[in-house]
């Protein structure tokens, strides 16, 4: 039972990290974005990327190892949609991590280079639809945690 305590904190708290880290890329990319500011969002997508990571293995780890059977979770429609709507954040957040990493390299080769305001607006728009997606996740997880969906 300890043991469940533990995992499902870490997990709690991995994805109040990813929730954290995607209001904080909200809040760097905006227009007006400055060199700092890319180097920046670099760090925080790297964490992003991380806690990420963290979710995914305190999750498994409770599914294999929790205090409730792994069937619990398995066997429940509402986990695979949780699952689904995880994937889905994971995914959308491809395409800004790709432009971030395309901003840093161009603004290291030369410094008066900083991402245009079509650039700003795609990957601002990205974090939108990534928060929309993501506030299922705890609404999913409450219904699968009550049994719902078996």
Do not use: C
């Not at 190892?65 to 995914?91: C, H, Q, R, S």
């Not at 990205?126 to 996740?137: D, E, K, N, R």
């Amino acid at each position: 039972m300890t043991t469940d305590a533990w995992l499902a904190i870490a997990h709690n708290l991995a994805i109040f990290g990813v929730f954290a880290v995607l209001v904080a890329e909200w809040t760097i990319v905006r227009p007006g974005i400055d060199a700092a500011d890319v180097h920046r969002l670099g760090r925080v997508d790297a964490a992003y990327g991380a806690l990420a990571a963290l979710v995914l293995a305190a999750g498994v780890t409770r599914v294999a190892w929790g205090a409730k059977p792994a069937d619990f979770y398995l066997e429940n429609p509402v986990f695979w949609f949780k699952m689904a709507a995880f994937a889905t954040v994971g995914i959308l957040s491809i395409r800004p991590t790709i432009r971030y990493l395309g901003w840093r390299k161009a603004l290291d080769s030369d410094a008066g280079v900083l991402p245009a305001a079509t650039e700003i607006s795609s990957a601002r728009r990205a974090i939108h639809v990534q928060l929309a997606v993501f506030t299922a996740i705890p609404a999913l997880a409450a219904l699968m945690a009550r049994g719902i969906g078996l």
